[in-house]
């Protein structure tokens, strides 16, 4: 049987595989950067009882799997979470200081899916991205088939 959570009058379980993108698709994940934004990413989905259940930062792209409780909204969440942490990248990565308006660290978008019978499967996708690119990258895989 499934973990499911509870609050006062629910039981449920959403998790979502969540992909966010830095603008302009830049590749600024990587060395201790990738890790400051892991970090600042789970600081934040713990403010907001998010439970961050995979995540995985590739170059120019961040995969997650969140387990957001039905009081929240998936916009509201990722607003939340990509407005946030792109003011924490701006003052404590790039030594940014005083306002940040028109200053942008993540694209506009999002793309999420729900994460149903294939939570196992989707964990392993997240966790194994870096790998499955760099396959890619190397014509291991024959994508005309």
Not at 57 to 68: E, K
């Amino acid at each position: 049987m499934k973990n499911w959570q509870s609050q006062a009058h629910v039981k449920w379980e959403c998790l979502y595989h969540v992909v966010i993108v830095p603008k302009y698709r830049r590749k600024v994940f990587y060395g201790q950067r990738r890790k400051k934004i892991g970090e600042i990413l789970r600081q934040l989905c713990r403010q907001k009882e998010v439970e961050l259940v995979e995540g995985n930062a590739m170059p120019d792209h961040v995969h997650m799997v969140l387990s957001i409780p039905p009081k929240y909204s998936v916009a509201m969440t990722l607003g939340y979470l990509k407005g946030k942490s792109a003011i924490r990248v701006h003052r404590e990565l790039m030594g940014t200081k005083g306002t940040l308006f028109g200053r942008k660290f993540w694209s506009r978008g999002y793309c999420v899916s729900t994460v149903g019978l294939d939570e196992q499967r989707i964990r392993a996708y997240v966790r194994e991205q870096e790998h499955l690119d760099k396959q890619l990258e190397q014509g291991e895989f024959d994508l005309t088939t």
